[in-house]
């Protein structure tokens, strides 16, 4: 009998590195099944949330969306059970998939939990790695030097790279061509506080050479916000690579790119 696994990325950043786990799983004798986005329902699996229901930033922005959190978690909680899965494997968003975790393991100890993507606990909140090893099974990480911060309190861990190296391996510095990216994050909160100071920043640059490269749901905030400017607004995944990839300049909010500022380091990222 297969093994059940259950996957859960609430953020589009999720969705991507979810996708990338999804290419080399489905080649497994796995039942999967995911919380996720497009990225992942693209390798053949259906979402059983809409993960835009879940991407809130903040504390202050949660609080008003807490009981609809509330019901997800349940519910999310209600349909792992009912998957009989043996396997939780959740992807950053600490928020929301910790809390799942959490109560999973209160509630069916069988179940084997792995986190995708380790907090940031060299730079800040250190007792995180402890309050994980308290809750997970295994953690797998994106950077070889994380394994140290979570070890020591017993939590096995597993270096298994980043998966954008090969979303990148084309990348070609002579191709870089003189367009700008402004990339505002895709959480709705983030873009209102965001882009109008990206705007600002790139006003006496050529608005026709300046792209967001967004996510559909999310394109009628954006231009509530560039208003009738000719700034471009891209979604389509092979697009946004090519623009990745050979953009002379990008103002970027997510971490995504922090990696990448060494190897593209004759573009100039602003994070």
């Known amino acids: 009998m297969s093994r059940k696994i259950y996957i859960i990325a609430c953020e589009p950043s999720g969705d991507f590195l979810g996708a990338a786990l999804l290419k080399q799983l489905k080649t497994l004798d796995l039942d999967i099944f995911i919380i996720g986005g497009t990225l992942m329902e693209e390798q053949g699996f259906k979402s059983m949330l809409d993960i835009s229901e879940l991407a809130v930033c903040g504390i202050i922005e949660l609080i008003p969306h807490l009981r609809k959190i509330n019901q997800l978690i349940k519910k999310t909680i209600e349909d792992i059970e009912q998957k009989k899965t043996d396997i939780l494997l959740t992807i950053d968003s600490p928020g929301f998939n910790f809390r799942v975790a959490r109560l999973i393991k209160k509630r069916n100890k069988k179940i084997k939990l792995i986190h995708f993507v380790a907090p940031s606990v060299w730079a800040w909140r250190p007792k995180r790695a402890k ?141």
Do not use: C, W
Not at 200 to 220: A, C, F, G
Not at 233 to 254: G, P, Y
């Open 131 to 271: 309050k994980m090893a308290k809750i997970y099974n295994k953690l797998l990480t994106l950077f070889d030097f994380e394994h140290q911060y979570f070890e020591k309190y017993g939590l096995e861990t597993h270096f298994i790279g980043h998966p954008a190296i090969e979303y990148f391996e084309e990348f070609n510095e002579k191709n870089k061509e003189n367009f700008i990216l402004l990339m505002p994050g895709s959480r709705q909160q983030e873009i209102k506080l965001l882009l109008p100071i990206f705007l600002k920043s790139v006003e006496n640059y050529d608005q026709k050479k300046i792209i967001i490269p967004t996510l559909p749901h999310l394109i009628p905030q954006i231009k509530s916000i560039i208003k009738d400017s000719e700034i471009g607004i891209e979604t389509d995944e092979n697009t946004k690579r090519n623009l990745f990839r050979n953009a002379k300049f990008a103002i970027v909010v997510s971490n995504f790119f922090i990696f990448f500022s060494v190897k593209m380091h004759s573009s100039y990222f602003i994070v």
